[in-house]
């Protein structure tokens, strides 16, 4: 290896590149940036594989986080579903017969039976639907990079360029991928999940009971616990609170306006339980 010098008095001190014999002169040391130069391609690849793997960790945080979210938002609605039903109900029953405690709580308890195993069964079967979906998509794509897997090369190679990739530096990336996971790199660069990740029915189920049970308990306990003559204002009252908390809750999780979404779901809520109160009245009126 051969080191030419300089004087010192110019500071023009070379710079040896350890993967050459040649130094590098600091005019050269410029010229490593442009994308014509060798070094700067190896740069770009290893830039891209960094990329790509960063992607890869943010899309499956993206798909866990968004999985936390939609369960949470799911027994936000439940426990506004059972503080409405419970409300309209017990409320109906004790405008018929304000006095008759018993019978309150017995229909009070049979609608939070009632409402959280429908509210399980629906969420059990709307998410298994969702769960073949996904499991499906994933057998489609198995089934597909298997049978063409150059073209799935190119196609995963054309996103990364899509995304701000240099040609060479995208198909190298997408054949490193490939090579490690073919179809988990199609479904994370492509549709934002990942291949063993699939929605489980049971967990939405029991959210949806537990959530629909507690939220029933706030108008139960409302209409049951105060004196008889102020037990249906008082219930009115509570719901309204508790039903403006799950709206706000659930409009800060879908990053939508609260105002609107709570004035909505408390307008909703009142006239529910002023439907079953005027309807109980009614009957117990003519009973």
Same mark, same amino acid.
């Given at each position: 290896?051969?080191?030419?010098?300089?004087?010192?008095?110019? @500071? *023009?001190?070379? +710079?040896?590149?350890?993967?050459?014999?040649?130094?590098?002169?600091?005019?050269?040391?410029?010229? @490593? /940036?442009?994308?014509?130069?060798?070094?700067?391609?190896?740069?770009?690849?290893?830039?891209?594989?960094?990329?790509?793997?960063?992607?890869?960790?943010?899309?499956?945080?993206?798909?866990?986080?968004?999985?936390?979210?939609?369960?949470?938002?799911?027994?936000?609605?439940?426990?506004? *579903?059972?503080?409405?039903?419970?409300?309209? @109900?017990?409320?109906?029953?004790? !405008?018929?017969?304000?006095?008759?405690?018993?019978?309150?709580? !017995?229909?009070?308890?049979?609608?939070?039976?009632?409402? !959280?195993?429908?509210?399980?069964?629906?969420?059990?079967?709307?998410?298994?639907?969702?769960?073949?979906?996904?499991?499906?998509?994933?057998?489609?794509?198995? $089934?597909?990079?298997?049978?063409?897997?150059?073209?799935?090369?190119?196609?995963?190679?054309? %996103?990364?360029?899509?995304?701000?990739?240099?040609?060479?530096?995208?198909?190298?990336?997408?054949?490193?991928?490939?090579? $490690?996971?073919?179809?988990?790199?199609?479904?994370?660069?492509?549709?934002?999940?990942?291949? *063993?990740?699939?929605?489980?029915?049971?967990?939405?189920?029991?959210?949806?009971?537990?959530?629909?049970?507690?939220?029933?308990?706030?108008?139960?306990?409302?209409?049951?616990?105060?004196?008889?003559?102020?037990?249906?204002?008082?219930?009115?009252? !509570? +719901?309204?609170?508790?039903?403006?908390?799950?709206?706000?809750?659930?409009?800060?999780?879908?990053?939508?306006?609260?105002?609107?979404?709570?004035?909505?779901?408390?307008?909703?809520?009142?006239?529910?339980?002023?439907?079953?109160? /005027?309807?109980? %009245?009614?009957?117990?009126?003519?009973?």
């Amino acid at each position: 290896m051969t080191i030419t010098s300089s004087p010192v008095a110019s @500071l *023009d001190i070379p +710079v040896l590149d350890a993967r050459s014999t040649a130094p590098v002169l600091p005019e050269q040391d410029r010229l @490593l /940036g442009q994308p014509g130069c060798p070094t700067h391609r190896r740069l770009s690849s290893a830039e891209g594989l960094t990329a790509s793997a960063a992607s890869t960790t943010k899309a499956e945080s993206s798909t866990s986080l968004s999985s936390r979210l939609n369960w949470l938002r799911a027994g936000v609605l439940g426990a506004n *579903d059972g503080i409405v039903s419970v409300a309209g @109900l017990v409320i109906g029953v004790a !405008a018929a017969n304000p006095t008759a405690t018993g019978t309150i709580l !017995a229909a009070g308890v049979a609608g939070i039976l009632a409402g !959280a195993v429908s509210m399980a069964a629906g969420e059990y079967v709307s998410v298994s639907t969702q769960s073949d979906t996904e499991r499906a998509v994933v057998a489609r794509y198995r $089934h597909t990079l298997s049978e063409d897997p150059d073209g799935g090369v190119d196609e995963l190679a054309a %996103h990364y360029r899509a995304k701000g990739l240099q040609p060479n530096t995208a198909r190298q990336v997408a054949l490193e991928l490939t090579a $490690h996971n073919a179809v988990g790199a199609h479904l994370e660069a492509e549709l934002g999940m990942r291949e *063993d990740d699939y929605t489980n029915p049971w967990h939405a189920a029991l959210s949806s009971a537990v959530a629909f049970t507690i939220g029933s308990l706030l108008p139960l306990l409302a209409i049951l616990l105060p004196p008889v003559s102020i037990a249906i204002p008082l219930t009115f009252v !509570a +719901v309204l609170v508790g039903l403006g908390l799950t709206g706000g809750v659930s409009a800060r999780l879908g990053e939508a306006p609260v105002r609107p979404a709570v004035v909505r779901v408390m307008l909703g809520g009142a006239l529910a339980m002023a439907v079953t109160w /005027g309807i109980g %009245h009614l009957i117990g009126m003519a009973v």
